[in-house]
């Protein structure tokens, strides 16, 4: 069973991850966006863990709401409120149990998800985020570890995608050959599940 420490470990780590990979994130966001992708996650996440070492939340559904609410409080981009909504409608999802299952947890990130395709109107090969959190999504009933193998592929998959959502897609056929910033900070947060699991 996965508690609040657990989802408190998940979002450690995707920060951790996150600043890691800042300069890579921005670097991918450069070609077809506006070069911000690192920095605008940096400055949420690092918000995320600040306020929930704060606050300390004490369920998962509770970790996971306040996180999204920060994410869109201090994201600008388009991002904060993708991933904001994404993390919220999550938390929503797994209600006020002080533990859940990874099948819970699963069942919730695709309500989470399914909230990102309503809000952000993209479908999977749209070159967005939604091309590694489907597939995750989809693998989540397996193991964290196939999870995570499947959102980097969908991240690796964006690159000969025309985009269609985002900045992006001001650029038409020019947003070909390039992987889409979006889908691979998503891979970061799902492999950070793997690394809050210890597996
Ligand atoms: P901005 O484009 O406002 O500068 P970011 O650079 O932080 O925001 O985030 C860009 C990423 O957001 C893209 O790479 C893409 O994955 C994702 N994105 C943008 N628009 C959408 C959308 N409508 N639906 C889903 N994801 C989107
Ligand atoms: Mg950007
Ligand atoms: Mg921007």
Known sequence: ??????????MTATALMVDREAERLTALDSPIGDADHG???Q??????????????PDTPGAVLTLAGRQ???????????????????????LGDAAEVSAEQLAD????????????????????TMIDALVPAVDAL????????AAAEEGAEATVPLQARKGRASYLGER????????????????????EAAGE
Do not use: C
């Open 1 to 10: 069973m996965l508690d609040a420490d657990f989802f408190r470990r998940w």
């Open 39 to 41: 920095s605008n996650l």
């Open 43 to 56: 400055r949420g996440f690092n918000a995320v863990t600040a306020t929930l070492e704060k606050e300390a």
């Open 71 to 93: 994410l869109i409080s201090t994201v600008g981009g388009a991002s904060g409120p993708l991933y904001g909504t994404l993390l919220r409608r999550t938390g929503k999802a």
């Open 108 to 127: 919730a990130l695709r309500t989470g998800v399914d909230a990102v395709r309503t809000l952000g109107g993209a479908a999977p090969g749209d070159k």
């Open 141 to 148: 009933g397996e193991s964290f570890a196939a999870a995570r």
């Open 175 to 194: 947003s070909i050959g390039h992987q889409d910033p979006g889908a691979t900070s998503a891979a970061l947060l799902v492999a950070a599940l793997e």
